[in-house]
């Protein structure tokens, strides 16, 4: 069992900075591929990022390429997103997820095992 708590979400302007991060509970932590997504008010919930469990690639939405990035530190059990030059559509509730290792893509939510409660990000223009 993994619990997720994620934080670091508030309101910012647009062209900010924040960095979001996401502690994990559990001993296999390590073991898991770790993912964000976000869900703006009356959409889907939407891929965000992803670092999969060995450390050994990471992938990102089209829209948040370049300007987002998602690290993590086993040690801590935590995963990060830093998010730079944030712009109004990237306001959202930011969750953090994982998923016991398979090869099926990690940018589909269905594929995850565990969710965080969510954070919320608001970039006002």
């Known amino acids: 069992q993994v619990q997720l708590v994620e934080s670091g979400g508030g309101l910012v302007q647009a062209g900010a900075s924040l960095r979001l991060s996401c502690a994990a509970s559990g001993p296999t932590f390590s073991s898991y591929g770790m993912g964000w997504f976000r869900q703006a008010p009356g959409k889907e919930r939407e891929f965000v990022a992803y670092?999969?469990?060995?450390?050994?690639?990471?992938y990102y939405a089209d829209s948040v390429k370049g300007r987002f990035t998602i690290s993590r530190d086993n040690a801590k059990k935590t995963v990060y997103l830093q998010m730079n030059s944030l712009k109004p559509e990237d306001t959202a509730i930011y969750f953090c997820?994982?998923?016991?290792?398979?090869?099926?893509?990690?940018?589909?939510?269905?594929?995850?095992?565990?969710w965080g409660q969510g954070t919320q990000v608001t970039v006002s223009s």
């Open positions: 997820a994982a998923r016991r290792p398979r090869t099926t893509t990690p940018r589909a939510a269905r594929e995850y095992d565990y």
């Open positions: 670092f999969n469990w060995s450390g050994t690639g990471t």
